[in-house]
Nanobody, 118 residues
Protein backbone atom coordinates (compact mmCIF):
# COMPACT_ATOMS: atom_id res chain seq x y z
CA UNK A 1 0.00 0.00 0.00
CA UNK A 2 1.42 3.35 -1.04
CA UNK A 3 1.77 6.00 1.64
CA UNK A 4 3.00 9.57 1.37
CA UNK A 5 3.91 11.14 4.70
CA UNK A 6 4.62 14.85 4.95
CA UNK A 7 6.62 16.54 7.67
CA UNK A 8 8.16 19.94 8.39
CA UNK A 9 5.09 22.13 8.63
CA UNK A 10 4.53 24.55 11.46
CA UNK A 11 4.20 28.16 12.49
CA UNK A 12 6.66 30.71 11.15
CA UNK A 13 6.82 34.49 10.99
CA UNK A 14 6.54 36.31 7.70
CA UNK A 15 9.89 36.37 5.96
CA UNK A 16 10.93 33.09 7.48
CA UNK A 17 11.61 29.70 5.91
CA UNK A 18 10.34 26.17 6.20
CA UNK A 19 11.39 22.93 4.54
CA UNK A 20 8.70 20.37 3.93
CA UNK A 21 9.56 16.76 3.34
CA UNK A 22 7.56 13.89 1.89
CA UNK A 23 8.53 10.28 2.32
CA UNK A 24 6.90 7.71 0.08
CA UNK A 25 6.59 4.03 0.91
CA UNK A 26 5.00 1.03 -0.70
CA UNK A 27 6.34 1.80 -4.14
CA UNK A 28 9.49 3.24 -5.73
CA UNK A 29 8.95 6.77 -7.00
CA UNK A 30 12.48 7.78 -7.95
CA UNK A 31 11.59 7.64 -11.65
CA UNK A 32 8.08 9.00 -11.23
CA UNK A 33 6.84 12.53 -10.82
CA UNK A 34 6.08 13.94 -7.40
CA UNK A 35 4.74 17.29 -6.35
CA UNK A 36 3.18 19.61 -3.82
CA UNK A 37 -0.24 21.22 -3.63
CA UNK A 38 -1.75 23.49 -1.02
CA UNK A 39 -5.20 24.41 0.17
CA UNK A 40 -5.92 27.57 2.11
CA UNK A 41 -9.09 27.95 4.19
CA UNK A 42 -12.09 28.54 1.97
CA UNK A 43 -10.10 28.08 -1.24
CA UNK A 44 -9.59 25.39 -3.82
CA UNK A 45 -6.56 23.15 -3.66
CA UNK A 46 -3.84 24.59 -5.92
CA UNK A 47 -0.66 23.34 -7.50
CA UNK A 48 2.61 24.49 -5.92
CA UNK A 49 5.46 22.60 -7.55
CA UNK A 50 6.35 19.30 -9.19
CA UNK A 51 9.43 17.39 -10.18
CA UNK A 52 9.52 14.88 -13.01
CA UNK A 53 11.17 11.50 -13.06
CA UNK A 54 14.15 13.05 -14.84
CA UNK A 55 14.49 15.82 -12.25
CA UNK A 56 12.95 18.70 -14.18
CA UNK A 57 11.01 20.94 -11.82
CA UNK A 58 8.06 23.25 -12.19
CA UNK A 59 7.36 25.86 -9.55
CA UNK A 60 4.17 27.87 -9.30
CA UNK A 61 5.64 30.07 -6.58
CA UNK A 62 8.69 31.15 -8.52
CA UNK A 63 11.67 32.61 -6.76
CA UNK A 64 10.61 31.61 -3.27
CA UNK A 65 9.81 27.89 -3.34
CA UNK A 66 12.10 25.14 -4.62
CA UNK A 67 11.24 21.48 -5.03
CA UNK A 68 13.94 18.82 -4.96
CA UNK A 69 14.41 15.11 -4.50
CA UNK A 70 16.13 13.87 -1.40
CA UNK A 71 19.15 11.61 -1.23
CA UNK A 72 16.72 8.86 -0.33
CA UNK A 73 15.09 8.45 -3.72
CA UNK A 74 11.59 8.10 -2.39
CA UNK A 75 11.66 11.53 -0.78
CA UNK A 76 10.87 14.98 -2.07
CA UNK A 77 11.36 18.33 -0.37
CA UNK A 78 9.85 21.77 -0.70
CA UNK A 79 12.10 24.59 0.46
CA UNK A 80 9.98 27.66 1.17
CA UNK A 81 11.72 30.99 1.68
CA UNK A 82 10.47 34.53 2.28
CA UNK A 83 7.15 33.15 3.47
CA UNK A 84 4.10 35.40 3.40
CA UNK A 85 0.84 35.17 5.36
CA UNK A 86 -0.91 34.24 2.11
CA UNK A 87 1.21 31.08 1.99
CA UNK A 88 -0.75 29.79 4.99
CA UNK A 89 -2.39 26.53 3.95
CA UNK A 90 -2.36 22.79 4.33
CA UNK A 91 0.39 21.48 2.07
CA UNK A 92 -0.10 18.10 0.41
CA UNK A 93 2.46 15.82 -1.14
CA UNK A 94 1.33 14.07 -4.30
CA UNK A 95 2.74 11.43 -6.61
CA UNK A 96 2.11 10.06 -10.08
CA UNK A 97 2.83 6.65 -11.56
CA UNK A 98 4.31 8.37 -14.59
CA UNK A 99 7.49 10.34 -15.23
CA UNK A 100 5.63 13.54 -16.00
CA UNK A 101 3.34 15.32 -13.57
CA UNK A 102 0.21 15.77 -15.68
CA UNK A 103 -3.38 15.36 -14.66
CA UNK A 104 -4.60 14.34 -11.26
CA UNK A 105 -2.14 12.72 -8.87
CA UNK A 106 -2.43 9.01 -8.27
CA UNK A 107 -1.52 9.32 -4.61
CA UNK A 108 -1.94 11.99 -1.93
CA UNK A 109 -0.42 12.53 1.48
CA UNK A 110 -2.50 13.52 4.48
CA UNK A 111 -1.21 17.10 4.50
CA UNK A 112 0.85 19.26 6.82
CA UNK A 113 -0.21 22.67 8.13
CA UNK A 114 1.90 25.72 7.35
CA UNK A 115 0.93 28.91 9.15
CA UNK A 116 2.70 32.19 8.45
CA UNK A 117 2.08 34.97 10.94
CA UNK A 118 2.35 38.63 10.01
Amino acid sequence: QVQLVESGGGLVQAGGSLRLSCAASGRTFNRYAMGWFRQAPGKEREFVASISGSGASTNFVKGRFTISRGNAKNTVHLQMNSLKPEDTAVYYCAAKTSAIFAGEPDYWGQGTQVTVSS
